[in-house]
């Protein structure tokens, strides 16, 4: 029991934080792409992601209420070396919530401040992800070749969010709104597959312990489902978006199918590559597990708040499935 429960907590921190990326994923995404509708564009945009926005940072919340109570001592490292992409990302989230009521609220001379500052504020998020994911896979090292990975992984993780966003739009809307979303991806989508290969290559030529794992017999083998399941994502996609007829036949949701199958590769690629380190090259989960006494305490609050998070989830985005409409605080 005592060797399983971290097991089962890592496992509960890594299914959050892939549907953060996932569904917060698509409104950060969709906030970067906010300066490029029209006005009235703009509010069905909002409106696509108001129902859920705010239940999707639940995810990263849960994620790091995690490693806060069940791996405390891997929790004061990560989040004292990330202390800056940190507050970076709560600054953009709480400007993108601010932004978000204030639009509709305000005189209409005071919302194009708004949209813009909900657009950084989405953007700010999405590098300093992308820098905090970096600097973990380098192992928090802070040095020369990890700050130049972490500056990679956030210029390049905001074209997976663009990506994710147009998805999100081509299933929420219509008309030229779905034309403009189709056209965001195609050009989006080469940016994105051109960020996942520099990380592919990258991320062995900086990490000695992730290329040993990679490159060794049999394991790589086993790894070129992850690869491969990657690359016939995108060919998909790139055949789908070159064929309007297709996408208004009600087909635009494999899009958003396609780059789930992309995080969830990743997911598990970069799972495999890490464990059983929880901070690479310094700490297992198990040494950084709390008390077996203090895990067993817990458990009984995560397997009811895990599964009552994400049938709200579920449940939110059945109530207000369809076609979105201009947003409307009235």
């Known amino acids: 029991m005592s060797e399983a429960l971290p097991l089962f907590f890592v496992s509960a921190m890594g299914l959050s934080l892939l549907l953060y990326v ?3 994923g698509f409104d950060l995404g969709v906030g970067m792409l906010l300066p490029f509708g029209s006005n009235s564009e703009k509010d069905v945009m909002i409106a696509s992601i108001g129902p859920f926005w705010d239940a999707n940072e ?20 990560i989040l004292t ?17 601010a932004a978000f009521d204030f639009r509709v609220k305000s005189a209409d001379h ?33 040095s020369t070749m990890s700050l130049a990975f972490s500056l990679l992984i956030s210029l390049t993780l905001p074209a997976l969010y663009i990506m994710l966003g147009g998805a999100w739009l081509l299933i929420k809307t219509e008309g030229e709104l779905f034309d403009k979303a189709a056209h965001w991806c195609r050009l ?42 990657c690359a016939l994502a995108i060919l998909g996609m ?5 064929r309007p007829q297709v996408l208004h036949a009600g087909y635009g949701w494999f899009i958003f199918v396609a780059l789930m199958v992309i995080c969830l590769m990743a997911a598990i690629g970069l799972a495999y590559s890490i464990y059983p ?29 895990l599964p009552a998070i994400l049938g709200y989830t579920v449940y939110v985005h059945r109530v207000f499935s369809g076609k979105a409409t201009e947003l409307s605080y009235d």
Not at 59 to 76: D, E, R, T, Y
Not at 124 to 141: N, R, S
């Open 110 to 142: 005071r919302q194009p401040m708004w949209n813009k500052l909900f657009a950084l504020g989405s953007l700010m998020a999405a590098m300093a992800q992308g820098w905090m994911l970096g600097a973990y896979i380098t192992g928090l090292t802070g």
């Open 277 to 305: 380190d929880i901070v690479i090259g310094r700490m297992t989960l198990w040494e950084a597990a709390a008390a077996t006494e203090s895990l067993q305490f817990i458990f009984w609050g995560a397997i009811v708040t």
């Open 58 to 77: 639940t995810w990263i919340v849960m994620g790091v209420g995690v490693l806060l109570i069940a791996f405390p001592k891997a929790h004061g490292i």
């Open 238 to 242: 790139n055949w789908m978006l070159r």
């Open 81 to 97: 070396a990330l202390y800056i992409p940190v507050t970076i990302m709560l600054v953009g989230l709480i400007l993108r919530g």
């Open 22 to 24: 996932i569904l917060d």
């Open 188 to 229: 989006a989508l080469p940016a994105m597959a051109f960020a996942l290969l520099l990380v592919s290559v990258a991320t062995p030529l900086v990490s000695q312990d992730i290329a040993d794992r990679w490159f060794k017999l049999p394991d790589a083998i086993g790894l070129l489902p992850i690869p491969m399941s």
